[in-house]
């Protein structure tokens, strides 16, 4: 809710909701802007966890390093364009089950520990994410530049996604990483990833024959400039409508833009009803994200701040997987770089029947 305010001093986004707060009972001391912004966030994200007893705010965690070096478990709540949160299907009791949530803080609240257990490693990720820039950093002119530019970048992404997803589907089927069966089966798990099991858009369960055709078309014009593709750019650029502009009164920077293979590409994509819905609901979805693949063969999707080797955890308490990358010197000890989607995790599938096999994940 603040963070849609747009607040100019980041302490706002916080200072902002107090007064809500102090009506649900929340011990709060007064705003003070001579006290330092981790702080103030700190404190907020600890206030959150202990008043609700529930650790729903790790979902909005980015992982972007921030100048102040706060706790990698306090959310930045300062810039919009962070992944979104990761939600679960209704009809799926969550990564960890029905357990409760299990977590101690450190005296001066910098370290969170939690119980959890370490249960896969990122070997493969995509090297581009669907977004990137900060807009509301920009002007209204610049704005425009960066929509542009963000459509350009959205099909190079997603054309490197589905090579990463093909290449690691072909070497599955022959190996005892098959997590999912047969090429159909891999198909299905890749899109409940891109789509985060239909949960990015409302209602969108009751589209699925929708956005299954739209997948199918969506991956056909994204693969237009791969040999042998069955829709070949010029193909592709025949069945185009013209545009509704004059293209010879563009500047020479928006003429250059348009001609590319991406510009086409996203307008083939846009010009089919079912491509467009299926690419929308991804491009909502995977905001900031990159696609990834695990030791253990699973698809998933998280923070585009991840790299290879960082460690897929379940913790108590909590629906959905995150993402840790150990610190060093320190065993036990971790810094949160968010939560992730992660087909074949999502309903307690590898959470442990006993909590003997937990451990303490200490987040920094």
């Not at 920009?138 to 589905?162: G, P, Y």
């Not at 590409?265 to 467009?276: L, V």
């Not at 994200?289 to 998933?300: H, M, P, Q």
């Not at 308490?317 to 993402?323: E, F, R, T, Y």
Request: charged share 25%; proline share 7%; aromatic share 10%.
């Amino acid at each position: 809710m603040s963070l849609r305010r747009r607040a100019t001093e980041p302490k706002d986004h916080i200072f902002g909701l107090y007064s809500i707060l102090q009506r649900l009972d929340a011990n709060l001391p007064p705003p003070d802007y001579e006290r330092s912004i981790d702080q103030i966030f700190t404190e907020a994200a600890r206030l959150a966890i202990e008043k609700d007893n529930s650790l729903w705010i790790l979902d909005f965690v980015d992982g972007i390093e921030e100048k102040q070096h706060w706790p990698s478990w306090v959310p930045t709540w300062i810039d919009m364009l962070i992944p979104g949160p990761i939600e679960v299907n209704a009809f799926s009791p969550g990564a960890a089950g029905d357990s409760r949530p299990r977590y101690t803080f450190s005296e001066d609240s910098r370290r969170l520990t939690l119980r959890g257990k370490i249960v896969d490693r990122i070997t493969i990720k995509a090297g581009r994410s669907p977004c990137f820039g900060d807009r509301y950093q920009l002007d209204r002119e610049d704005r425009l530049i960066f929509d542009l530019q963000e459509r350009e970048n959205s099909v190079k992404a997603f054309q490197e996604w589905i090579i990463c997803f093909r290449a690691f589907k072909m070497m599955a089927q022959n190996t005892l990483a098959n997590r999912y069966g047969d090429d159909s089966q891999h198909v299905i798990a890749f899109i409940r990833v891109l789509l985060q099991d239909f949960t990015v858009v409302p209602d969108s369960l009751r589209n699925i024959p929708e956005l299954l055709r739209g997948f199918s078309n969506w991956q056909l014009y994204l693969s237009a400039t791969n040999p042998g593709s069955s829709m070949p750019m010029p193909l592709l650029m025949a069945r185009l409508k013209p545009p509704s502009y004059d293209p010879s009164s563009l500047p020479e920077w928006l003429s250059d833009l348009t001609n590319t293979n991406e510009w086409n590409i996203y307008e083939a994509i846009q010009q089919d009803p079912s491509a467009a819905l299926f690419h929308n609901h991804v491009a909502l979805g995977t905001r900031a994200k990159l696609f990834f693949v695990t030791e253990n063969g699973y698809y998933g999707t998280a923070s585009a701040t991840i790299e290879c080797n960082d460690y897929v955890v379940l913790v108590s308490g909590l629906q959905v997987p995150l993402i840790v990358r150990p610190t060093e010197g320190k065993a036990g000890h971790y810094k949160l770089l968010g939560p992730a989607f992660v087909n074949g995790m999502m309903s307690g599938e590898l959470w442990p029947e006993t909590e003997e096999d937990l451990v303490d994940l200490t987040i920094v």
